[in-house]
């Protein structure tokens, strides 16, 4: 294993009513941008919370669509600018939160969205108070904010240290009001941040422990999330596990599983931890061939006794949802081309080609 760094400054406030119980640590300037989604910041009381905890001036932007575009964070950048805002809290989702993560840098740094990725900025991102809904992407605790950019018909992660929220509430009751389906899928996501940071070339002795005790916890949700079954008492653990899923990936990138999951959440709009989900069963497939004690161990820790059981369970989780996906097999090789520029790549473990991408999404989707 070769030398590492471990760095995440993100100041985490986990339990029940921890915005009232650390309002101070929400209060980071003088004038916040509130930025949501629609609707979940106030179906999950979270806003509420939020708005009774703030004593400073606010704004909302409550604009944020599923999968950000670089447009709602350019208006989202403005509205900070014009309003005077010097701090940021996001509330909701990854969808918000990484929207609220690209505004943050756009309130300070008025240049054009797409030149972030190539030239990155100078002057530092406004701080921001992450609040989750979702038990999923662990953004509150990492330094990517990943956007939809048309431009390139795929999603994108900005990163920067200066990305890391400043303070992150966890408090697992605003996860209550999710419907089961995304549920799953958000947590997922945060299985194939467990996963794939686990199987990283990037793993360190850290990272391996954030990792390790985050699969120990989703594995004894697992039972239940098959059985729609969630009780507090899971709604608290998968937000913990999501929470050390992000530390994870903060230190070690996602392998391919996130790059081939970007096409189908672009072109066939499938939630992002589904798309993971519906391709973390061939990669542990792959990956078995080239690295099989860091496969078992991932397996031990989840409970499972082989990769086959791993696929029986995703497949019970989200198999259903191949019925509704139609990708054309000669689509895969494109999206497979596409993948194999990505940084991912790099962190996968086997060193795959295209070749052996494409057999991965094509074994995974196409039935
Ligand atoms: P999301 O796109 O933020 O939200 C999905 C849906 O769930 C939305 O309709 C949202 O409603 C709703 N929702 C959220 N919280 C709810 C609650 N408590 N009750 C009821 N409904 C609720 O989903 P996500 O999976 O959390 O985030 C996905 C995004 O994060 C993707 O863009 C992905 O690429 C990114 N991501 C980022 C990282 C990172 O490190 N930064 C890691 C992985 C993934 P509203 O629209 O009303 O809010
Ligand atoms: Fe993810």
């Known amino acids: 294993m070769a030398d590492f760094s471990f760095f995440m400054p993100t100041r985490i406030i986990y339990g029940a009513g921890s915005i009232k119980a650390e309002a101070e640590s929400l209060e980071l300037g003088k004038k916040a941008l509130i930025v949501t989604g629609r609707k979940s910041a106030k179906a999950s009381g979270a806003l509420d919370d939020v708005l009774a905890a703030l004593s400073t001036d606010y704004v909302i932007f409550d ?5 950000p575009g670089v447009d709602t964070t350019v208006r989202g950048g403005k509205l900070a600018r014009d309003s005077g805002c010097d701090f940021v809290i996001a509330i909701g989702g990854g969808s918000p939160l990484d929207a609220a993560k690209a505004i943050a840098v756009l309130a300070v740094n008025d240049v054009e969205p797409l030149s972030l990725y190539t030239d990155g900025w100078s002057n530092k991102a406004l701080p921001i108070a992450a609040v989750p809904t979702t038990a999923g992407t662990g953004s509150e605790v990492t330094q990517y904010a990943v956007l939809t950019i048309d431009e390139e018909e795929t999603k994108k992660g900005l990163r920067g240290p200066d990305l890391f929220p400043t303070t992150a509430f ?3 009751k605003y996860t209550q009001s999710l419907p089961l389906d995304v549920t799953v899928d958000t947590a ?13 070339n990037r793993a360190s002795p850290m990272s391996d422990l954030t990792a390790a005790e985050g699969l120990k916890i ?12 969630l009780t507090d008492f899971v709604r608290e653990r998968l937000l913990l596990a999501s929470c050390l899923g992000g530390i994870t990936i903060a230190q070690t990138g996602t392998t391919l599983v996130h790059a081939l999951g970007y096409p189908l959440t672009y072109f ?13 069963g061939q990669y542990l497939q792959f990956t078995h061939k080239v690295a099989p004690d860091r496969v078992n161990q991932v397996l031990t820790f989840l409970g499972l006794n082989s990769v086959d059981e791993f696929v029986h369970l995703m497949d019970r989780l989200l198999g259903h949802y191949l019925d509704e996906l139609d990708v054309p097999s000669h689509k895969v090789e494109e999206y497979a081309a596409k993948a194999m520029k990505t ?23 196409i039935r």
């Open 170 to 172: 966890l408090d697992p």
């Open 63 to 67: 604009q944020v669509e599923n999968n």
């Open 218 to 229: 989703w594995g004894q949700c697992r039972t239940q999330l098959e059985q729609g079954n």
């Open 268 to 280: 066939y709009h499938v939630p992002h931890g589904r798309a993971n989900g519906l391709l973390m």
């Open 343 to 365: 940084n991912n790549i790099a962190n996968s473990m086997g060193e795959p080609t295209a070749v052996q991408l494409a057999k991965i999404m094509e074994k995974s989707i």
């Open 188 to 200: 997922v996501d945060a299985l194939s941040h467990l996963v794939e940071g686990y199987l990283s």
